[in-house]
């Protein structure tokens, strides 16, 4: 089956703009979470939805949102972009909250 | 805030050798998941742990969950360049939201 997509995988943007990134969920996945990963903070939860509800939120300042689809597609946007936003945005999905969770290949997003 | 501390951070060895990595909290874990993440690729889950003095097996890799379930280890045996990655463990916690809280990771090089 197919895993889950992120588009774009790279990204190189200005300071101070806005970006949207995207995630297609396994077929069936209802669960979609959002993780940043640096090399200095590691991975870190941005947010989950599931059934387009955001069930929980990371500790990360409002510039960054999201949103899923009835379709469970997700995306996310960050705005007002900083030099720090520069990482890899890695999202995952879940048939079962808990359980396994299958990743994509993340975007590699880099702030100029 | 549940923190997972890896250890070692980095470790290069040659192949062939045998290597432990270590996950330890303060706190409980009701479960711990391992994942491995190869350069410019999202973590693949490699195994769930849920009870304590839990030993499971995965070819050459070994995990155990503490008996206390405030610590786990991940053992490979005659390691080979293929085992190069990073490895993480992660707390799914007990809320039952989507969230995954990771450890540092532990950046593993096995040399031919």
């Known amino acids: 089956k197919a895993g889950v997509t992120q588009t774009p995988r790279y990204l190189i943007k200005t300071r101070g703009q806005q970006v949207t990134l995207s995630c297609s969920p396994i077929?069936?996945?209802?669960?979609v979470s959002w993780y940043q990963q640096t090399p200095g903070q590691g991975l870190q939860f941005l947010f989950e939805?599931?059934?387009?509800?955001?069930?929980n939120k990371g500790n990360f300042p409002g510039r960054f949102s999201g949103r899923q689809f009835s379709n469970s597609r997700s995306e996310m946007n960050v705005s007002t972009l900083e030099l720090g936003d520069s990482a890899l945005y890695l999202c995952?999905?879940?048939?079962?909250?808990?359980?396994?969770?299958?990743f994509g290949s993340g975007t590699r997003l880099t702030v100029v | 805030t549940q923190l997972l501390e890896q250890s070692p951070q980095f470790l290069s060895i040659q192949e062939g050798e045998n290597l432990t990595v270590y996950c330890n909290s303060s706190?409980?874990?009701?479960?711990l998941q391992w994942y491995r993440q190869e350069p410019g690729e999202g973590p693949v889950l490699l195994v769930t742990?849920?009870?304590?003095?839990e030993v499971k097996k995965l070819k050459r890799l070994t995990f155990q969950f503490g008996d206390a379930r405030k610590d786990s280890s991940l053992h490979i045996t005659a390691a080979q360049p293929g085992d190069t990655g990073l490895y993480l463990c992660?707390?799914?916690?007990?809320?039952?939201?989507?969230?995954?809280?990771f450890g540092q990771g532990t950046t593993l090089q096995v040399k031919p």
């Open positions: 995952a999905s879940s048939s079962r909250v808990g359980y396994g969770y299958t």
């Open positions: 077929s069936g996945h209802r669960s």
């Open positions: 939805y599931f059934s387009e509800t955001q069930r």
């Open positions: 706190s409980v874990f009701s479960s």
């Open positions: 742990v849920v009870t304590g003095g």
């Open positions: 992660a707390d799914p916690g007990s809320s039952n939201t989507g969230k995954l809280i």
